[in-house]
Each structure stands twice: as structure tokens, then as C-alpha cells.
């Protein structure tokens, strides 16, 4: 099966307001896929509905050939401990220390003796540049530094996939070029299927193989990162190249500032 990851037309509302309407994407085994779009466009709800936190009205979501939805909820702690994940800002336990944020998946999820699960730590420290670092706690180590410990612990099992939330998200520009290598490097070395939702246009297209471009909760447009530098599509020419005029409104839609002011009543 080529395809770790299968969404097939998809369709998921919050109540009676919708955010994803006809999505199908596919994830390949071994390559990192960018999910892209502005805020608002639905790009997490797609990782949580991969992860199996919410379910959709409609369509079909398969992990490893697994529907994720048919899942009951030993199946799906099964399918979730093949999974890493990224979160937005790190999301790192702050009274734990550097190596137990990173052991806490090992411990949770295998009964490996503590000799092992302390090397495991060091090694996954060790490919994030960190080890040295272990004994510090979370505050103790500058944000760039943080977001590589949540990366360790997201590798921590060796997971099929590794999702990512915002990665680069307020990170300094050498911290975001750092993080985007490991990001690939990790994805790599361990043989899996990456995720990346991300805003940020750069590192993205640096190690995505394939880009998804999200608007309103539909794919817009989608291909490698050359194509989409290259793509005439209104939308992702906004997008890729900052531009503040575009099929993104800058205002907020509704009544112009004329008829709330009531000028237009006074002429």
C-alpha cells in the first residue's frame, strides 16, 4: 500500500458551520507532505481527524489501512503509539525534566527496563543536538531548544507517522532553518510519513516533497513546492509570495465602513 495516510472526500462541520467540504489527500510511506493555508482554513482539524479525536459526517479517513472513525477505543490507542506528534509551541511538561519529557512516551507505552529507555532518551537527545541538555527543565532552555525536545519526543517510539503542528511557529530564523532539517533528517532516517502544517513558506517548500494548499476547508491547489512557486493559481500566488491583494480579503466581509459610519445616509 502506497498511501500511509488516505482522506477520501471528506466533509466535517463544527455544529452547523463547516470547515472541511470535499477533502481527499493522500500521504505516501516515506515522504514529508506540507498541509499549507492561512488560519482558519482547517488545516489542524485534518490532523485532528488523522489522529482520531474528532470524526467527520462524512468520507473516510485510513491510517495504514485502518478506517480511523471504525476505530474502537483500544484500536485506537493501538493506532495512535505509531503515531508522533509535534504540537503547536512544543507543549512540553514544565516540572518534568528535558529526559523525562522525552522518556514519558517510552514509559507510558512499553515496558522496556530503565537502562534502556535511559539510552533511548540520550540517542533521541543526541539527533536533536540536546543531550547535554538533559537534566535541564523546560524553562531552562531558550524556545528553539524546546521545540527540539518536543521533536525528540515526538520521535521517542520510532513512529510510521509524525505529524506536526505550526513547527516553526515563533521561532527565530536560525531556529526555524534547524528545526526544518531535523524535521526532514528525522523523517528520513526513520523511514516515516511526515505531516507539516505549516504557514511558513520557506522551510516548508525547503523539505516537503508534495504541498497541499487549504482555503475555506478545500484544496485549492496542490503539487510539488516547485510547481507551487511556480503556479499561476490566484490564491497560491498570494500566499507563497505575501502579496496583500488577492482572492484573501484583507477586511473583514460585511457592511463597508461608509454605511457603518452612516455616510452614506448623509449625502
Known sequence: MPNLV?????????????????????????KVIAVMGGSGSG???VLRLIGGQIRAQSGKVSVDGQDVAGLDLHGLYELRRRM??????????TDLSVFDNVAFPLRENTRLPESMIHDLVLMKLHAVGLSNAAALKPAEVSG???RRVALARAVALDPQLIMYDE????????????????????????????????????????IADYVYFLSQGRIVAHGTPQQMMASDDAYVKQFVHAEADGPVPFHYPGRSIAAQLGL???H
Open 43 to 45: 488545516k489542524t482539524t
Open 264 to 266: 452614506a445616509e448623509r
Open 167 to 206: 513547527p516553526f511557529a515563533g521561532l527565530d530564523p536560525i531556529s526555524m532553518g534547524v528545526t526544518a532539517n531535523l524535521i526532514r533528517k528525522l523523517n528520513d532516517a526513520l523511514g516515516s510519513t511526515s505531516i507539516l502544517v505549516s504557514h511558513d513558506v520557506h522551510e516548508s517548500f525547503m
Open 144 to 146: 528553539g531548544m524546546a
Open 6 to 30: 488516505d482522506i477520501r472526500d471528506l466533509h466535517f462541520a463544527y455544529n452547523d458551520r463547516p470547515i472541511l467540504s470535499g477533502l481527499t489527500m493522500q500521504f505516501p510511506r516515506g
Open 84 to 93: 508522533g506528534m509535534l504540537f503547536q509551541h512544543g507543549a512540553l511538561f
